[in-house]
């Protein structure tokens, strides 16, 4: 039988994985397509949200793929092969791989290609790196993990541009030529799905640690950070090392629409860069039955979308928060004071209900 061929979709954190990934799925070339989705931290939303989510998507548990749950990713894959083999799946022609935004993918390569039973079934078709045109520089200064995404990238694709200065576009392509200098480098608005599948990636390159991809690496930040440094990685799955944890809240109550904007705005203003990743299903008030998705990235806030209907059948809101030294409870207090749950020693309620925008 010839080898499932899988591709690994991988960038950091909130770069667009979960929105590329959606429009591939439609691409016809897609059909067939078995998804595997990794996510950091414990509740999942990404799932929900793949639009096409049929009996051949699967949620890893939370987790970071490269270290805490790669026996997880090998019975994933495991699993969907007996079920493909029984019949009590379709037959799926490929596999793609959402790698959590904070995983290094080398360790992922490796496990795909010596893993005995997986190495029969399956083969790495190639991987590919989103890298977000807005946050990308500082998150390359800031975060070795996207170093490593982009290192081992067969295809770079930036997304974001439309945000982003072209003077800014220029100089992140340039920085990604240094790191990677083997993988074409496209803009998501244009990168299709041929673009991106069939690349037939070389396995055997990457055993033994560093694939030759790193000796033509020139930003010394690859050099540096290209080794999987295990002590990083704990294995609490909510944290990704001493200062980056995620947690998440969840709540039945609808919310007002102004109070939630007042909120979104408290968040960015307090917390700004080390908000990493928050993303969130919210019931409003004025329309419960269809939520809200939210997503911020850094300090870049999307433009909320409204669903149809509430993906699956859990009617609560839930916000899902990834972030640099923030305690929780910070956040906790504010989330109460967005549920009209004042604490009396907080003075976040007053900032909610004083500001004008607030609908009570
Ligand atoms: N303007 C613009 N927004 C984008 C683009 N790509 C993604 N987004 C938005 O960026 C936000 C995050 O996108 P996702 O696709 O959820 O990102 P992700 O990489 O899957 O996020 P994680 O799984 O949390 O790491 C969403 O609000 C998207 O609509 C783009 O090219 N341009």
Redesign the pocket.
């Known amino acids: 039988m010839p080898a499932i061929p899988v591709t690994v979709l991988t ?12 429009r591939l799925l439609a691409d016809p070339a897609l059909a067939d397509t078995a998804v595997v ?1 990794n ?2 931290g414990a509740v999942g ?2 799932h929900l ?1 793949v639009e096409t989510a049929g009996e051949g998507v699967a949620l890893l548990a939370a987790g970071c793929l490269c270290c805490t749950i790669r026996g997880e990713l090998i019975d994933t894959l495991e699993d969907l092969g007996a079920r493909r083999d029984a019949g009590t799946l379709p037959p799926f022609r490929r596999v793609v791989i ?1 790698t ?3 995983a290094d993918p080398a360790p992922i390569l490796q496990t795909l290609a010596v893993h005995p039973g997986l190495a029969a079934r399956y083969a790495l078709d190639g991987v590919v790196t ?1 890298v ?2 807005v946050n990308g520089e500082a998150t390359l200064d800031g975060h070795a993990e996207s170093v490593r995404q982009a290192a081992v990238a067969d295809r770079l694709v ?6 982003a200065e072209a003077g800014t576009v220029d100089r992140l392509r340039r920085r990604l030529a240094r790191l990677n200098p083997a993988a074409p480098v496209l803009d ?2 244009e990168a299709a799905a041929g673009d991106v599948l069939g690349l037939g990636a070389d396995l055997a390159r990457w055993l033994g640690g560093d694939g030759h991809r790193h000796d033509h690496a020139h930003d010394h930040h690859a050099h540096d950070e290209g080794r999987h440094d295990a002590h990083h990685h704990g294995h609490d799955v909510d944290r990704h090392d001493d200062r980056i944890r995620s947690f998440s809240l969840a709540s039945a109550a609808a919310v007002p629409p102004g109070r939630l904007e007042t909120f979104l705005g408290l968040l960015a203003a307090r917390h700004g860069p080390d908000l990493l ?1 928050f ?1 969130a299903l919210v019931k409003l008030a004025d329309d419960p039955e269809r939520p809200v ?5 850094q300090h ?1 806030l ?2 909320p ?1 409204r669903l149809e209907r509430w993906p699956g059948e859990e009617r609560t809101s839930r916000l ?1 928060f ?1 972030v640099r030294d923030i305690p929780p409870a910070d956040i906790e207090a504010l989330f109460a004071a967005l549920l009209g749950e004042p604490r009396l020693d907080a003075p976040d309620f007053a900032a909610l209900a004083d500001n004008p925008l607030a609908l009570r």
């Open positions: 960038g950091f954190l909130g770069a667009g994985k979960t929105s590329f990934l959606n989705i996510e950091f939303l990404d949200l959402e959590s935004g904070l989103l977000d045109a930036l997304t974001k541009a439309d945000l998501v608005r990743r993303k998705v939210l997503h911020a990235v870049v999307h433009p979308l899902v990834i």
